[in-house]
């Protein structure tokens, strides 16, 4: 800071020579004032500082301009008034002086008038220095105008009312001593002072003196702006919202109202910016506790610390100034999708520390290792062919993985999942978190590696087929796969029967299996045969309605039935006795031997056309057959027309002599004539 001493002298130094034009008032004085005023406070032009050092200026700093002045004329004149100048001159020596002294008078009127103008600016600074001055005042009392101070020397002072109750600035208590500036304006014949400008002065003195002196203050957070937050450490500062924490804060909105302390890392009273920083004082803190820190550390030390972060690939704990990193494959014996199945932010545990570089201050830690690894007693724990139960982790295209205990996992082939010949997709069989009984195929600790099955804990379906599907048992499934010769039926999972085209129908013969099944359709069949050895099974479906079987169950040689003659053969006729069931009548059957011999025989041929009839038998009419042979084995049936005839007439002859109580000798003739008299 430049003195008012140094001004003033520097102002009489620009007062021109007497040789010189006259001229104006350097404005680099005015502009440089101006500058440092507005350097040391945006609201008021100088400090008491600057108002003090005028005070102090010697009284002949106010005279040496002067004195430089006056003698300035005295020095133009000497060359005039000696002896030598008097004898070389004449008349024209006489004008000349006369002209000097002239042209002396105007340079002296001139100086002092730039003199003038230079006490007028020292006058105005001077002034304005001492309305700029804090000086120390006494509340005595409060009036609807404001708060009165006492001045001293019997004389008092006003704040107006305004600067309390349009600001939050509270109302100094009684008799209490305070600081306050002056404004030069009067009003009801009080100096008016004010006490805001004083605080706000003060305020910035205090934040001047935090940011050189690098120390933190604390303020409170009023408002929550774009970018960041404002912060009032008694003017209104701005913290950016990447600056509030070490790591990225998520909702900032929720720290208006709180109390944080904070460093000054960006001043400019000019404008009345501030900028601060509480992540600074954070990063200081975290330096010197991670320098403590480093010094204690070692490989294998077990320590306390709190997860900080999760990632991907890990989690960073949080050891008490410096972050660890806990890998992903550190943190359990067993399989670990993500980190955060295993741990939480903010959760604190103890870790043991695998690697420590000094240097590069890198940490890795490790949650496994401070329990015993699983897999050292696994083979005298887990022995080939034991039986266990476990949890299905994992499922992969070829197979699924079954934790036995935490780091201990075993995978089952999709060829030991099920009895079935046809492997399915594991996702089909199981799902994560499915426990499932397994038998230890194979073991390998020092692979860690398990070879599982879960087929060989169940019991193999094929050595329960002959109990649980006995021949003859009609079962029901679903068309798997079709053959030339046939269709495959999956009757349970993992169990399929043959189903030949011979077993398909019993009235024709099935050339193309597709025009019959369809894949995905159920089927209904019986068990034909089992083959546990070649793990094979016969079904069929046409002996699921085995309409022959039940036909020959409810009929037996010598039975009388009914039938319809369905066609005419050169050997007899056959008859329709049901639904896709035949007998044969031949030909000796049907006639006598002496009709066929007296030319009637039963079948007559026309001369082009084919046979019409067989005797009395006529196709599409129904008449009674005798049942005279079965074999259900061929499934043929024998039977005979006039086998039934005679027994027929001998029924009705019975019948006859039964109901009209005749004589035991009456003929078929009298019974028909008894017939045709009741008609």
Known sequence: MFSDHDNLASAA????APESEPAQTSPSTETNSADRSTEEDPSEATTAETSARVNEV??????????????????????????????????????????????????EAAGSEEMSKLMEQYDEQQEAASQNELIEVKVVAYTEQGVVVDLGQ??????????????????????????????????DGYLIFSYQKALRRRTWEKIDAAY??????????????????????????????????????????NLVGTEIQVRVTKLNRRRGNVVVSRRALLEEEQHAKRAALMETLSEGQIVHGHVKNVTEYGAFVD??????????????????????????????????????????????????????????????????????????????????????????????????????????HPSKVVKVGDEVDVVVLDIKPSDRRVSLGMKQALPDPWMQTAEKY??????TGKVRNIAEFGAFVEIEEGFDGLVHVGDVSWTGRVKNPHEVFKKGEPVTAKVLKIDPENRRISLGIKQVNDIWGDWFKQHRVGQIVKGKVSRIAMFGAFVELGENIEGLCHNTEIEDRKRRDEGHGPMHRTTTGPLKS????????????KIIKISPETRRIGLSYRAAAKQIERREIEQYRTTSKSSSTATIGDAIQSKLSAR
């Open 319 to 424: 050891l008490g100034g410096i972050d660890g990193l806990l890998h992903l494959t550190d943190l359990s014996w067993g399989r670990v999708k993500h980190p955060s199945d295993v741990v939480k932010p903010e959760q604190e545990l103890d870790v043991i520390i695998l690697k420590f570089d000094k240097e590069k201050q890198r940490v890795s830690l490790g949650l496994k290792q401070l329990i015993a690894d699983p897999w050292v007693n696994a083979a005298e724990k887990y022995p080939a062919g034991g039986k266990y139960k476990g949890k299905v982790v994992g499922v992969v295209d070829y197979g699924a993985f079954v934790e036995l205990e935490q780091g201990i996992e075993g995978l089952v082939h999709v060829t030991e999942m099920s009895w079935a010949k046809k492997a399915t």
């Open 154 to 187: 019997k004389s008092e002072g006003l704040i107006p009312a305004a600067e309390f109750s349009e600001t939050d600035i509270p109302r100094p208590e009684p008799n209490a001593t305070i600081e306050v500036q002056r404004t030069g304006e009067h009003k």
């Open 212 to 253: 050189k002196g690098k120390e933190p203050i604390t303020g409170k957070v009023v408002d929550r702006i774009k970018g960041g937050l404002v912060v009032d450490v008694g003017v209104r500062a701005f913290l950016p919202g990447s600056q509030y924490d070490l790591r990225p804060t998520q909702n900032l909105d």
């Open 58 to 107: 010697p009284e002949e700093a106010h005279e040496a301009p002067r004195a430089q002045t006056e003698s300035a004329p005295e020095k133009a004149a000497e060359p005039a008034t000696g002896a030598e100048g008097h004898k070389a001159t004449g008349s024209a020596d006489a004008e000349t002086a006369d002209a000097a002294e002239s042209s002396a008078g105007d340079e």
């Open 470 to 475: 006995p021949v003859g048992t009609v079962v």
């Open 13 to 16: 130094a620009a007062v021109p």
């Open 614 to 625: 067989a005797g009395p038998l006529e196709p599409g009419k129904e008449y009674d057959f």
